[in-house]
């Protein structure tokens, strides 16, 4: 007999599971799946019902980044066959946003590569949100690297809703995977975007070669971060990354880890990040069970669902996509 439902119970009292709870979720045999995945769906179901917000990105600079984090493949120990080029021109950063409402997005999230943003960039960042804001309504969350407080609070100033940054593991796997910054730069950028006054994203990349003890690390930091939403990405290994032959996961694996991350952050919005497609399959549907949230239109240097797609699976689940305005702006 399984505990998953006590698990729920816990989660529904803002209790957290203890370290073992969680390796019994992460261990759980596949034949108990449906069992998890309704348990971690009562959890879901009370605080947001069966809404799904959506989410739009658009890689605002591409490449050359001085890092080595070892999945990325626009990181400089990658050689992966990418686009790469410069900061977009704002007319096409707000045509992204144009683009993100008519796919019925809740928010738009302006993405660059690069250790930390330069001043240009983020004046032209934030020229280019200004105008957005003026014509589209749509949250905008940024993810621009490592911060300083005066660069966060020019965003916030220029209409910046969240900021975007990722822990990606636990502190005790981060040196594996990145050694040009640390665990700590990443929990400074998000103190930083903190004390400006905007909303938090952060989650993490399952998959890398952790084990469970570095996923359920991460789900416990997060916990102390207390973010605004979580992305929850999967590895979609790229050729030409440190990274490209770790390519083990499985749906009910992934599934797992959902609905890990819906005991450990009951209230928090949780979204299926980059690596949906390819790791989940045939299964997406079921990763709305522990997760709220979904990206449309591809990732940054991946492909992925276009929007009438994802629309499609919402309405076959039975549930709906939540947005703050009525009538999306369309597309020239």
């Not at 399984?2 to 203890?18: C, N, W, Y």
């Amino acid at each position: 007999m399984t505990d998953f439902q006590r698990f729920a119970d816990k989660a529904l009292q803002d209790e957290s599971l203890t370290r073992d709870e969680c390796l019994s979720v992460l261990q759980s045999p596949d034949d108990h799946l449906l069992d998890l995945l309704h348990a971690a769906f009562r959890v879901r179901s009370r605080y947001f019902g069966k809404t799904v917000h959506l989410q739009m990105l658009q890689n605002a600079k591409s490449g050359a980044c001085q890092e080595d984090c070892h999945y990325c493949s626009q990181s400089a120990v990658s050689t992966a066959p990418i686009e790469r080029y410069n900061l977009l021109p704002q007319k096409q950063m707000i045509e992204g946003a144009r683009q993100a409402a008519a796919s019925k997005a809740q928010r738009y999230c302006i993405v660059i590569s690069g250790r930390s943003p330069l001043d240009r960039e983020i004046d032209e960042i934030a020229g280019a949100v200004r105008a957005i804001k003026q014509e589209v309504p749509i949250q905008i969350c940024c993810s621009l690297g490592l911060m300083n407080e005066g660069q966060a609070k020019r965003l916030k100033a220029a209409g910046v809703d969240r900021v975007n940054h990722n822990l990606n593991t636990g502190e005790a796997f981060h040196g594996s995977i990145c050694t040009t910054h640390t665990f700590q730069d990443r929990l400074a950028t998000i103190q930083n975007a903190r004390t400006a006054g905007l909303e938090i994203c952060s989650g993490g990349i399952v998959g890398m070669g952790e084990q469970d003890e570095d996923l359920i690390d991460l789900a416990m930091a997060l916990r102390e971060v207390k973010p605004d939403s979580i992305p929850l990405n999967t590895l979609h290994p790229a050729a030409g990354t440190p990274l490209e032959q770790c390519d083990h996961l499985t749906p009910q694996r992934c599934l797992k880890v959902l609905c890990l991350f819906r005991f450990l952050h009951p209230r928090t919005e949780l979204r299926v990040a980059g690596g949906r497609e390819h790791n989940l399959r045939s299964l997406q549907p079921l990763a709305l069970y522990p997760a709220d949230s979904l990206f449309v239109n591809g990732y940054l240097t991946t492909p992925g669902a276009p929007a009438p797609e994802v629309w499609g699976m919402i309405k076959d689940l039975g549930f709906t996509i939540e947005v703050d305005y009525q009538q999306p702006v369309t597309t020239s």
